[in-house]
Each structure stands twice: as C-alpha cells, then as structure tokens.
C-alpha cells in the first residue's frame, strides 16, 4: 500500500471554551472533502498531542464514515507512551482507519534501541500499515536510515517526512530496501521534489485553509505537466509564506476564518492570532486571491 494524493492534517476545532467541537468538525470536514484524497487525523494541525485520549478517539470516530474504500483516513497515534500510542492505534484500527502513523515519544530523550523497541511494540499491536512521523525538530528525537530500514524489517510501511531536510527524504528514499515502503512527504512546501523522486502523496498543512491550490499542484504533477507543476509549487511557497506569518496551527484558524469558513478556535497555549497579524494575514490573502481560489 502507498498514500496517494492531498491529505490534509485536519484542523480539529474547538470551541471558545476549549472543547472540541464535533458538530464543527464535520461541517470543515465537508468543505474539504471535494478537494483532497484524505484526513490525517489528530496530527500536529489537529492538536493531537494537545488532546486527551478519550478526545483523540471522539474525533477520529466522527470522521470514521469517510473511510469508505475511496478516501483515505489516517490516525496519528503518536504520544509521550506507548499504553496510549497503542490504545489509540486499535481504536482507530476498530474504526476503519486506512494506516497509523506516530511520531516518537517525545519529551525525553531515547537510544535508537529504545525507538525501535517503540515502534516494534506498536506495529505487531495492529494489522493495519504503520507509519513513522519523523518530525525531529517537534520530537527531539531524530530517527536515522538505518533505524528506518531496522523497522521496515519487522513490518514498517513507511515514513511521513517532515523533517524538512529533502537531502534526508531523498536518503530514506535511496536507502530503504524494503519493496513497496512509502515515503510521504510531511510539508507542501517540498512536495514537487519529493514526488519527482517518486512520493505520492503530501500531508499538508496548507491544504486546511487552500485545498483548491493543493489540489491542483497535485493533478498538475500527475498530468506529467511539470512546467506548470513548477510556477504552482512557487505560489504553494508564496502561501506558505503566509500560512507562517504566525504560529501555523493559530494561522490556518485564522485563514480559514478570513475564507468564511468557520473552523473554530484553537486550542490553548495555543492564541487566536492577535489583531494586527491577522490583518497582515487577510490583505496578504486578499492580494493573493487569484493563486487560491477556485
């Protein structure tokens, strides 16, 4: 099996209390579904690790019903322990879930043995692919190609790249032995290399608040057009600029909120962003209208 496509980190809404907000959930979960291949559910943009077991699993069951054969819908499962990884992994397995995926436990600092140990446990624990989320500079805990190919051994389906080094997704790329592992690229904004190198499918943050834009630089490569695949990636970086001019997860709230869409808040420590920044946020969107919208 291979991730294919646009599969947007789902932003999980709350409300103004901080509760999650499922009745929001859905309605966001419609405007993106036209555009996009997929959910990575409970992800960084999702505020996973900002949410309690209990909440992780309410929201992966609201989305459940896409899961349908067409549409691919991920759970990430990381957290600081493998109880919870693990609960969380067949829960979602329980609930249609296509793949996990799991960032290193974080906080602490481990030995390679320790990951693997990790990652082993959480693999033989489910029957579906597993995926391992290598974000080290959220983590702390960098994971090498030869850990990489350890794991792949004992059932590792592939990576999902957000290391934002593309030299490091070309080495797994080069390097993983195992036929058929998947490396997916965690960020829009190296997408046209890596799929020149043969990824296929991007989980972009970006595609929360600008899933058109996502959409067509995707069907653009597809089509071999890569001229134009090109001048699209520029405009994906010229959006990403923007989707950065704050914290992204607060900024994609605010992107979406400028769009019409309501999405909710986020969730603390995490800020509405401020006045000022939002305004910056909106004429930026505004002068950008033609690259975005259908």
Not at 15 to 37: I, S, T
Not at 46 to 60: A, C, I, P, T, Y
Not at 273 to 288: F, G, H, R, T
């Amino acid at each position: 099996m291979k991730l294919q496509g646009i599969i947007p980190p789902i932003l999980t809404p709350f409300d103004e209390k901080g509760e999650v907000d499922l009745e929001r959930l859905g309605k966001f979960a419609e405007f993106l579904r036209p555009h996009v291949q997929g959910f990575y559910v409970n992800g960084t943009y999702g505020s996973g690790v900002l949410m309690n077991v209990e909440e992780r699993k309410s929201v992966f069951e609201a989305l459940s019903p896409y899961s349908d054969g067409s549409f691919e819908l991920i759970a990430h499962v990381g957290t600081t322990n493998l109880r919870d990884s693990i609960e969380l992994a067949q829960h979602a397995e329980a609930h249609r879930a296509l793949a996990v995926a799991a960032v290193p436990p974080f906080y602490f600092r481990y030995s390679e043995e320790t990951l693997f140990a990790f990652f082993k446990d959480l693999i033989e624990s489910v029957s579906i692919p597993v995926y391992l989320y290598d974000n080290p500079g959220a983590t702390g805990n960098p994971v090498s190609t030869d850990l990489i190919n350890r794991l792949a051994e004992v059932g590792l389906a592939g990576v999902k790249d957000s290391t934002f080094d593309i030299s490091k997704t070309y080495l797994v790329m080069r390097k993983a032995q195992k036929e058929g592992f998947d490396v997916v690229i965690g960020s829009e904004s190296l997408f046209l290399p890596a799929y020149m190198q043969g990824s296929r499918a991007c989980i972009s943050g970006l595609a929360n608040a600008m899933p058109e834009l996502m959409q067509r630089l995707f069907s653009t490569a597809e089509s071999a057009n890569f001229q134009q695949a090109a001048i699209l990636q520029r405009q994906v970086l010229e959006m990403w600029d923007i989707l950065h001019y704050g914290p992204s997860t607060a900024s994609a709230y605010a992107m979406l909120k400028i769009r019409g869409i309501d999405a909710g808040f986020p969730r603390r420590p995490f800020l509405p962003i401020e006045k000022e920044l939002y305004k910056k946020i909106e004429s930026a969107m505004k002068a950008n209208e033609t690259v975005w919208k259908i």
